[in-house]
Nanobody, 126 residues
Framework: QVQLVESGGGLVQAGESLRLSCAAS????????MAWFRQAPGKEREFVAA????????DYASSVKGRFTISRDNAKNTMYLQINSLKPEDTAVYSC???????????????????WGQGTQVTVSS
């Protein structure tokens, strides 16, 4: 089992920045990758960014590339999402997810992840 807890969300104005954190506990040694997804009101959950738990591999949704930066600190079992130049359309619940099994399911699919956090709300006012 892996437990994930997000933090760092809040209400900000357009153009400001936030850093989200996702703290993992439990069988963290079993993680292959972690990711951030977000879900806006009335929309499906969408992929934001992913990072391999070892190595330097990262990936981003095209809509956030250049503004979002995903990173991890293995010593702290924590993943981060730095969000710059926030826009009102970034308003959503941001959730982190962990993959603990080898699978052919792509890393941008929610089905490719085994554990999820409860989410943290990010609201951007114009």
């Amino acid at each position: 089992q892996v437990q994930l807890v997000e933090s760092g969300g809040g209400l900000v104005q357009a153009g400001e920045s936030l850093r989200l954190s996702c703290a993992a506990s439990g069988r963290t040694f079993s993680m292959y990758a972690m990711a951030w997804f977000r879900q806006a009101p009335g929309k499906e959950r969408e992929f934001v960014a992913a990072v391999a738990w070892t190595g330097d591999s990262t990936d981003y949704a095209s809509s956030v590339k250049g503004r979002f930066t995903i990173s991890r600190d293995n010593a702290k079992n924590t993943m981060y999402l730095q969000i710059n130049s926030l826009k009102p359309e970034d308003t959503a619940v941001y959730s982190c997810a962990a993959r603990t099994r080898l699978t052919t399911i792509g890393h941008t699919s929610t089905q490719g992840y085994d554990y999820w956090g409860q989410g943290t709300q990010v609201t951007v006012s114009s």
